[in-house]
């Protein structure tokens, strides 16, 4: 009983240390079970629970250890800091990831950890967990695994055979900042793993196109994250890293991290201040904008207005920066014109393409076509004359769209204000 | 007017469905207690024919999509009032119109299918994340649930491709069976389980272990700089908790 004591007090500190990586929700990645083992993934991962702030716990993510020889000044498990320290034995974590999942509490692991003696040292174990999943418990379910930057590439190649998806985290938006506060980390310490991965997937890609039977190398692909408003980036810097990642790196997730205030350090933000979580979901909605509408960093922020609109997402802010691209006429209009359309997303988008072929849209036709049509009105053009709101000014339609979505925000919004 | 009394499956459905247009019956009404309540009524029992059924499946697929299909399907689950009357409508739409009459939301008998088949899709993920399994001394996981609709039916493969290497049972306590995966197969069961909720005795040594060290994940993961319980509750609606491990007080 003692030992299990010890185990669950592991886990209470492993898991807090965690907790402040963001994983996006678990990546899409199929694996079949295959020879009656246990677990498969199938899409999106399903959200076993939520926790009270609301966020979808899908996978158990946990550290594998908390020591670490290094000092980064937004991490909790940071050198200098004073905390309780811990670390998992690989049997430890394997029995936890498979007792949890046969009770259907999870749909994987996601594992990450803090450096112990040397990159290689730390990997190696993260490696042999992954491995004994797969190859001695038979595990299908997902596997996340963190790049531990300064490994070797064999080892994140072996890694790359048992995860579903590998990260390397970037952290600080930019090299300066890294500098600041990670001063034991070089930014090509991040840079090297990932281009290596992206090589390896994309080798490993056209390796089975030719041989079927060729081995799953992390099927989810890579992804990284940004711990966000720990320095003082703007939102031009992050995207144009963003866009660097998904361009340049075939990334297929950045996460972005609004920092929590774990540290009196006085590089970084006070003790208390807000997490800046209206400034992270607009991130997202841009990254999502860069993702799938076709929008260029440039549209959503520029040298004149490097950060996105708090107040109001990314593409209606396009919109009403954009007046001579409106109203638009849904029934000519190409796919891409119309997916830009505030208040349309990229399914409704199509659903419009697909039944003007029928007959011509009207007004009335885009309320079932779960089209916010309360948004979309302001840009849009009829056949038949259709200017209720033509002489409204862009602030005028800005107010009237704020004061209807009635800012679900706006508590949250008002602490934050008092930041700027 | 004529009550057609089925078996209570989809099957038997699509039988009283065969009848009806085999026989021409045309005021019908469905009833699933066997004896109508209408006294200007005769009931007729459908015997279950699985080759008018696949007939008439056969029909309804060709006139839908996979996906209109699957909704008058799922729709058989929903336990909304009157469901097979329902279906039945929709069914009559359908058969009466020479093209898929699935897309037409403003006809209020398509609607109610379209209604109904999104609870039950929305019932079944949710079971598909609220299940939770507890392992019993003779080695099988077993859990407890209580869906807003009859779900078991649908959610089966999915527990037995993931879950292929070790015994399962779900035990719908609202309805009073289960489905029983064996190594090799799913199989209804059914019986009044109250006995497993009673002692300790039943589980696996290492069962508690597992419930509490869960709960302590839980509870560490919650970043309380970031609390909103309007969402929590959203997501994880107050019925449901009853049966959730990490909700469970008292462990
Ligand atoms: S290397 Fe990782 S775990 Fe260690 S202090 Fe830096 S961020 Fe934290």
Same mark, same amino acid.
């Given at each position: ?47 076993? %629970? ?10 158990? !993510?946990?550290?594998? =250890? ?22 998992? $034995? ?13 009770? &259907?509490? #999870? ?32 595990? &299908? ?14 080892? #994140? ?37 990932? $281009? ?41 810097? #992050?995207? %144009? ?6 361009? !340049? ?14 540290? =009196? ?86 659903? #419009? ?14 309320? $079932? ?23 409204? =000014? ?27 | ?20 247009? *085999?026989? /021409? ?40 999509? +996979? +996906? ?12 909304? *009032? ?39 899709? /929305? *019932? ?14 003779? +080695? ?112």
């Amino acid at each position: 009983m003692l030992l299990s004591e010890r185990v669950m007090e592991k886990l209470e500190i492993l898991a807090d240390a965690a907790k402040y990586d963001v994983s996006c929700a678990s990546g899409q990645s199929k694996r079949e079970n295959k020879n009656k083992g246990i677990g498969n993934s199938s899409g999106f991962g399903i959200c076993h %629970a939520y926790t009270e702030d609301g966020r979808c716990v899908s996978l158990l !993510k946990i550290l594998l =250890t908390n020591h670490c020889i290094f000092d980064c000044a937004y991490c909790v498990s940071r050198k200098s800091n004073d905390i309780k320290r811990a670390a998992f $034995t690989v049997e430890e974590v394997v029995d936890i990831t498979i007792s949890f999942y046969r009770r &259907n509490y #999870i749909e994987g692991l996601f594992l990450s950890s803090g450096i112990f003696s040397n990159p290689d040292y730390t990997m190696e174990r993260l490696v042999r967990i992954a491995k004994k999943l797969r190859k001695e418990e038979n595990f &299908n379910g997902y596997i996340h695994l963190k790049a531990i930057p300064g490994a070797s590439d064999e080892l #994140i190649r072996e890694a790359g055979l048992y995860a579903d998806r590998l990260s390397v985290n970037v952290e600080m938006p930019t090299e300066q900042s890294l500098k600041l506060l990670a001063p034991d980390k070089n930014h090509q310490d991040v840079i090297r793993p990932m $281009t290596f991965l992206k090589e390896e997937i994309a080798g490993r890609k056209e390796e089975k196109k030719i041989i079927k039977k060729a081995p799953l190398f992390a099927p989810a692909g890579q992804s990284t994250q940004m711990v966000i408003g720990a320095t003082k980036e703007t939102d031009l810097e #992050i995207l %144009a890293m963003t866009d660097y990642f998904y361009g !340049k790196m075939n990334l297929r997730r950045v996460c972005y991290s609004g920092y929590v205030p774990i540290s =009196t350090d006085n590089r970084l933000p006070a003790l208390g201040t807000p997490v800046p979580i209206i400034r992270e979901n607009r991130l997202y909605q841009a990254d999502w904008l860069l993702r799938f509408y076709g929008f260029k960093v440039n549209e959503l922020v520029g040298w004149d207005q490097p950060d996105l609109d708090l107040d109001i997402d990314p593409k209606l802010a396009w919109a009403l920066r954009n007046p001579e691209q409106f109203p638009v006429d849904i029934n000519t209009a190409d796919l891409e014109m119309i997916k830009r359309i505030p208040g349309v997303g990229v399914k409704s988008a199509q659903r #419009i393409v697909q039944s003007r072929r029928y007959r011509r849209l009207k007004p009335e036709h885009l309320q $079932t076509m779960g089209i916010a049509y309360n948004r979309a009105k302001y840009f849009l053009a009829f056949s038949t004359p259709f200017s209720l709101h033509k002489d409204l =000014t862009q602030e005028q339609i800005k107010q009237q769209i704020l004061k209807l979505q009635q800012s679900k925000y706006e508590k949250n919004f008002s602490s934050q204000i008092t930041l700027f | 007017m004529i009550t057609l009394a089925c078996d209570g499956t989809f099957e038997g459905w699509l039988t009283a469905l065969f009848d009806i247009y *085999e026989y /021409r019956f045309t005021d019908v009404e469905f009833s699933s207690e066997g004896v109508s309540a209408n006294m200007f009524s005769t009931t007729r029992q459908v015997t279950t024919d699985l080759l008018k059924a696949e007939r008439v499946k056969k029909g309804l697929k060709q006139r839908l999509s +996979q +996906q209109g299909y699957q909704q008058l399907y799922h729709t058989f689950f929903s336990e909304i *009032e009157n469901a097979e009357q329902q279906m039945w409508l929709f069914a009559q739409y359908v058969f009466a119109s020479k093209i898929n009459v699935e897309g037409d939301q403003r006809n209020p008998v398509v609607w109610n299918i379209l209604k109904a088949a999104q609870m039950v899709r /929305r *019932e079944s993920h949710r079971m598909k994340a609220f299940v939770r399994f507890q392992l019993t001394k003779d +080695q099988i996981y077993y859990a407890v649930v209580e869906p807003d609709c009859d779900v078991l039916t649908l959610i089966a493969k999915h527990f037995s491709d993931r879950y292929a290497d070790q015994r399962w049972l779900i035990y719908d306590d609202k309805r009073k069976y289960g489905i029983y995966y064996d190594l090799n197969s799913v199989s209804v069961v059914e019986m009044t389980f109250n006995e497993l909720s009673g002692g300790v005795e039943i589980w696996d040594d290492k069962e508690l272990f597992f419930q509490q060290l869960w709960q302590r994940y839980f509870g560490s993961v919650n970043i309380k700089a970031r609390k909103n319980m309007k969402l929590h509750l959203q997501h994880m609606p107050k019925r449901y908790w009853r049966h959730l491990t990490e909700k469970k007080t008292g462990l």
